[in-house]
């Protein structure tokens, strides 16, 4: 059985209540420090950074909330409040305070271990919403198109890009030597629900062909595919390769 869990934080200055809450926790495998005060549940955060935070908001030297608006300057790390009542007003101090869940004294250890599991899996969980991950660099040629940064060099000269020409470029780039098609373009550049007129989408290509000394009749880059969409050429100019 592996030692080190999630670490957990308890903020909770009853005895009565952190220590079989400690016990509890380290028997279900999570790996439980304890904080009785304002001052050692800081002080414990920065020593060591737990995965969750279990947070009383009645503490000897201070307010609960106090800890979570510190501990929000620099970490978006899960908190569940550990509440008397849940009230209205609790809730609203949760929300206020960005705590992720709350449970209200007494509570069963059952309960308190299935919001641990549940608050501890939807902040672990891939970030399906945050769409696509970064893609890698692309090279074609002298071209060097780096995504995670939003940089593009030609022969290691910066191009000074906007945002959307700098997608366009990326899009028909990642795809060189292959037809990228109007449609798609407007959906990964734009998105699915721009209604405007794909006039734009060649008033950019435009723009970008002009930054890449590209010419529309004798494309190096960026040639027309009529009727269908654009081709990164690959930097050899050839429409055939
Ligand atoms: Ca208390």
Redesign the pocket.
Known sequence: MSLSGPRILVV???RA?SEPLAKLLAREGFEATVAGTVADALAEFAAHPPELILL?????DGD?RDVAREIRHSSGVPIIM?T?RGTETDRIVGLEIGADDYVVKPFSSAEVIARIRAVLRRSEAPSADQGEPVGETVVVGEMRIDPATHRAFLSDNELDLSLKEFDLLYELARNAGNVVSRDELMTRVWDENWFGSTKTLDVHIGWLRRKLADDANKPYWIETVRGVGFRFAGGDGSADS
Do not use: F, S, Y
């Not at 009383?56 to 000897?60: F, I, R, S």
């Open positions: 909770e200055d009853e209540i009383d908001l009645n503490l000897p609960g550990l008397a």
